[in-house]
Every structure is written in structure tokens, then in C-alpha cells.
């Protein structure tokens, strides 16, 4: 399944990221259900300061269409539909072009068109499901379900068993298999199965390296069977699409309504040929798919329901936190030379999760994503987890993105300067703030006494840091006011002391104590003019 729109800003993003890391063992056993766990009643989740994304959005409804058409007419992209979401509403839906070139009908939000690899996340989201019921853990050998994968021959002898976790991650040591595996989307689970028994071919060692591999997703598909006892395709429609009432997403495209029904095409020898539409089959679930913008918008209205971190209801058909851990990268790689989507040089570190690519931007823009490609298929979509919105296109040629994601970005974050939520500030550290500052500027004892924590000191003498601490001061000049904190989270924080000659700048952290103490302060003197 090829993932050429995935990041396209970056050098070699695609979804073909990784370099291994080992993650904390939260997957070390069967997990069962828990109860609600007890909670602060003092938390106060992430929330937007100023909330007109909506409305900025439709606002940019006209611009964002003429960019499609671009597109469409420069790609050679017969149909593309494309949508928008803000939280969990679709705020934008349109499309341009046709489904079908011989009937020459439109294509529409409405129209179905076969995704591709964004089926991934969906058989992710299935194992965790799982797991999360008890029924599996992500640690355990893949081979405990598929015996015909007992009998492997590893590159070398030190190597560990593939897991299940090894195959949502995309480290069993599988080689890539674009584009082999796009056809073999037919194929029965016989042919998935004697393929493991026969032997199959490494790359690397399993739990190395990242490689993308289709044959592993469709072997999560067949171990979802094992385990749920029901056909792979019949449990993810039970379990998730019904759930999320995706009722106009299908497994065979002989299911859908020929009028909605996107046709493939590819651009060969300046003209548009027609691609057959494969049958769903056993490598249906790292592919199969075919959806509607307006029921795929419901999924990443779900994924994006995950944020921010809450109390409340969680009635899934997964967990909250089960979602942020879909998301959540794993074996991450650092791009030093990666660039934004305005060519400006900008680190990024990505990597791969449970169906989804995850990448963090040296501005601090998070996106998750996926792209999907079959032959007469290219899809992607993408949403942003501090801002509440996602995006999502399908169009009708092969390995084909169905955007410019680099205008697009643009058109959000540059020219509508979209901002993401923020943290607001615990009572604790709004309380050691206002305190810290008194101290910072008096030595106060009795303040002293009562805030600092028993490592205070022992790290650096008391006479040492006030006489640093004084040497800011000193510089800064005559203090004007004290700035509000900014909040890294509950219990971290910094905060200005603006001043004649410029400002002293405080961070400070608190202690894990039931009564939050501080343990580190670092206090220096910024020139300039006070704010």
C-alpha cells in the first residue's frame, strides 16, 4: 500500500519512518478492563482561549476548493472529495470531478472511494480493543495465533520472536512490500497462512527497524479472526464502523450503489486507463476499505475526541487513552534537515504508532496521519490533535495524493493562524508562583520554609543562590510587575519578573509530594526592554 502523500514536506517521510527505541512496558500482559480510576477534581484539561476555528474555516471555504481543482487538473486526478473537520463536526465538505469517466458522474462527499492503507488504523484499533478487553496482550508472540508462523527462519539466531506488537509497529523484520502487497488484496486467508508456513523472507531482525509492511497488518487481521472468532471484516464493522454509525462503509465494492461508487484510473501515455477493482480478501486489512468523506469525517471526529486528557464519559468504541496511544509514536527518528511546509529549514522527529504516522514539527506542530494508495486509488488524511481539526481526501488515481498539502497548511496556520489549545494553570503552581516570586525578590524565611523541598538546598547552598539570584535582580533593575505563569504542566512553570533594564526570568518545578514543594528554580536576567 503506498504512502507517498504521508509527509510531504520532509525528505523521506513517508510512511517508511523509523528508527527502533524501546518503549516503556505498558504492554507487558493481558490487560483487562478497569474501573473508573479516582480523579482530581482540580484538573483543568487544555482548552482554546479563543474558539472561532469553525467559523475561520468555512470562511476559507472558497480558497481551499480552488486549491482541489488545482490539483485535480494538474494531477491528472479524475474525482477527488475532500472534507474538513473541527472537533466533531464537518465543517467543510465538497469535491470536484467525476467517479466515473465513461458515465462522467460527479463525485461528492457522499461517494465511495477505496482508501487504501487508511484501513491500517482501523485493524489497529481492533487489537487494542482487544487487548483492552483481555483478550490479547501486545506482547504476546504472533505465532501464539497464527501457528504456521512457529516455524520461521530468522535472519539470526539471537533473534526475538515476532509480536503482535512487532506487527502493528512495523518491526517483525518484514520487508517493505509496495507494490506486491497492494495485489494480493484478494487473496484467501489460505494463501496469507501457507505464505507463513512456506518461509518467508526478512530484511532485518524483528524489533530492529521500521519497515513498512502490508503483510504484517494483514496477518493482524487474521489473528483479530482467531481472537474475536469472527471474520476479521464482520468484527470491525460490529465493533467499529456500527458504533461510530459509519453505515456507508464497505468491505466489497459490490455492495456499494453504482452511482456512488468511485472507479480507478491510472495516467498512462497521456491518457486516463481504467484500473479493475480488486475483490476484498485476506490482505483486506491493510487495505480494504472503501468509504464516504461524509462517514470516514465520523472516525477522525473520534480520533480527535481523544484530546485533551479529561475526566468524564469514555464510551469508546475504545478508550480515550487507547486513541492517544494509537498515536503515539513509536521507535521515532530525528530529521535535523526536514523543512515546513514553507520551505523553511525545521527539525522534525516522526515515526510510526498503531496504524498511524505521527511527526512533531520544530514549531511544535503535531500532526497524525496516513495516506493509502492502491492501483486507481490515492487517499490521505491528517488531523491535529492540539487544534482539534482534521482533514481527509480520497481521489481516483493510482498512487496518486489527492491534495497540496503545502498550500494547505499555509491556508491554516499561516493565513488563518490557527492556535492550538492551552494549558491553563494548576491552583498549585498559580500558588508556588505568586509565592516563588516573593521569595525570589525578599529570601523570605518563613516563605522559604514552607515552599522549598528538603533537596533544595543540598543541591546548592543557600548562600549561593540568593547571591545569584541578587546579581539578576541587581542587573534588572527596579521591578514593575510579575508576569502570569506559562504552564509546561501541573506542576512546571515560568514566569517573568519585568523590570527597568529588561526581565528575570523564573522556572520552576515541584515536587511529586502530596504537597507540591519546589525542587529546582532557575532564575536569570534577560536585557531589554520590559514588556
Given at each position: 500500500m503506498k504512502t507517498k502523500a504521508l509527509l510531504p514536506f520532509v525528505m523521506a517521510l513517508l510512511l517508511s519512518l523509523g528508527a527502533c527505541k524501546t518503549e516503556p512496558n505498558t504492554d507487558a500482559g493481558i490487560q483487562p478492563a478497569v474501573a473508573e480510576l479516582p480523579a482530581s477534581a482540580a484538573y483543568q484539561p487544555a482548552r482554546f482561549e479563543t474558539d472561532d476555528r469553525a467559523e475561520k474555516i468555512r470562511g476559507v471555504g472558497p480558497e481551499l476548493q480552488a486549491l482541489i481543482d488545482k490539483r485535480a487538473e494538474e494531477a491528472h486526478i479524475p474525482g477527488i472529495a475532500y472534507g474538513v473537520v473541527v472537533d466533531g463536526e464537518l465543517v467543510l465538505a465538497s469535491s470536484t470531478g467525476v467517479l466515473d469517466l465513461d458515465t462522467e458522474l460527479p463525485a461528492t462527499p457522499a461517494s465511495a472511494f477505496r482508501i487504501a492503507s487508511m484501513t491500517k488504523s482501523f485493524t489497529a484499533m481492533a487489537i487494542v480493543k482487544l487487548r483492552d478487553e483481555g483478550k490479547l496482550a501486545l506482547s504476546d508472540p504472533a505465532e501464539k495465533y497464527?501457528?504456521?508462523?512457529?516455524?520461521?527462519?530468522?535472519?539470526?539466531?539471537?533473534?526475538?520472536?515476532?509480536?503482535?506488537?512487532?506487527?502493528?509497529?512495523?518491526?517483525?523484520?518484514?520487508?517493505?512490500?509496495?507494490?506486491?502487497?497492494?495485489?494480493?488484496?484478494?487473496?484467501?486467508?489460505?494463501?496469507?497462512?501457507?505464505?507463513?508456513?512456506?518461509?518467508?523472507?526478512?530484511?532485518?531482525?524483528?524489533?530492529?527497524?521500521?519497515?513498512?509492511?502490508?503483510?504484517?497488518?494483514?496477518?493482524?487481521?487474521?489473528?483479530?479472526?482467531?481472537?474475536?472468532?469472527?471474520?476479521?471484516?464482520?468484527?470491525?464493522?460490529?465493533?467499529?464502523?456500527?458504533?461510530?454509525?459509519?453505515?456507508?462503509?464497505?468491505?466489497?465494492?459490490?455492495?456499494?450503489?453504482?452511482?456512488?461508487?468511485?472507479?480507478?484510473?491510472?495516467?498512462?501515455?497521456?491518457?486516463?486507463?481504467?484500473?479493475?477493482?480488486?475483490?476484498?480478501?485476506?490482505?483486506?486489512?491493510?487495505?480494504?476499505l472503501i468509504t464516504t468523506i461524509e462517514d470516514f469525517s465520523k472516525y477522525v471526529s473520534f480520533h480527535l475526541s481523544a484530546w485533551p486528557p479529561r475526566s468524564g464519559e469514555d464510551s469508546g468504541p475504545v478508550k480515550r487513552s487507547s486513541l492517544r496511544e494509537m498515536q503515539r509514536p513509536r521507535y521515532p527518528r530525528l530529521y535535523p534537515e526536514g523543512r515546513d511546509w514553507n520551505g523553511e529549514d525545521c527539525a522534525v522527529m516522526s515515526g510510526y504508532g498503531f496504524g498511524l504516522g505521527s511527526t512533531t514539527y520544530c514549531n511544535g506542530l503535531r500532526q497524525v496521519t496516513h495516506g493509502g494508495a492502491l492501483p486507481g486509488f490515492g487517499s490521505n488524511y491528517v488531523f491535529f490533535p492540539d487544534y482539534g481539526v482534521g482533514l481527509m481526501a480520497f481521489g481516483n488515481r493510482t498512487y496518486t495524493s489527492p491534495w497540496p498539502l503545502r498550500d494547505i497548511y499555509q491556508l491554516l496556520f499561516d493565513q488563518l493562524d490557527l492556535q492550538p489549545r492551552k494549558l491553563p494553570v494548576s491552583d498549585i503552581l498559580q500558588t508556588r508562583a505568586a509565592e516563588v516570586a516573593e521569595w525570589v525578590r525578599s529570601g523570605d524565611p518563613e516563605t522559604e520554609a514552607r515552599i522549598m523541598a528538603e533537596n533544595f538546598f543540598m543541591d546548592e547552598s543557600r548562600e549561593n543562590r540568593r547571591a545569584s539570584i541578587q546579581e539578576a535582580l541587581d542587573q534588572a533593575g527596579e521591578i514593575a510587575s510579575v508576569s502570569a505563569v506559562e504552564p509546561d504542566n501541573q506542576l512546571r512553570g515560568t514566569f517573568h519578573l519585568e523590570a527597568a533594564n529588561g526581565r528575570v526570568v523564573v522556572f520552576f518545578t515541584l515536587t511529586p509530594e502530596k504537597d507540591p514543594k519546589v525542587q529546582q528554580l532557575d532564575v536569570r536576567f534577560e536585557p531589554g526592554e520590559a514588556d
Open positions: 497464527i501457528p504456521e508462523m512457529a516455524g520461521l527462519e530468522y535472519l539470526t539466531s539471537d533473534s526475538p520472536p515476532i509480536t503482535i506488537k512487532n506487527l502493528l509497529t512495523m518491526t517483525a523484520g518484514f520487508p517493505e512490500d509496495n507494490p506486491w502487497g497492494d495485489r494480493q488484496l484478494d487473496e484467501p486467508v489460505e494463501m496469507l497462512t501457507g505464505l507463513m508456513e512456506a518461509g518467508v523472507s526478512f530484511s532485518n531482525p524483528p524489533s530492529f527497524e521500521f519497515e513498512y509492511s502490508n503483510t504484517g497488518y494483514a496477518l493482524l487481521g487474521h489473528i483479530i479472526s482467531q481472537v474475536s472468532g469472527q471474520p476479521y471484516q464482520e468484527y470491525i464493522r460490529e465493533q467499529i464502523l456500527l458504533p461510530l454509525d459509519m453505515t456507508h462503509t464497505y468491505w466489497e465494492y459490490d455492495s456499494v450503489p453504482s452511482d456512488l461508487l468511485a472507479h480507478g484510473y491510472r495516467w498512462e501515455n497521456e491518457e486516463w486507463k481504467p484500473e479493475p477493482i480488486l475483490h476484498d480478501g485476506s490482505y483486506g486489512a491493510m487495505g480494504g
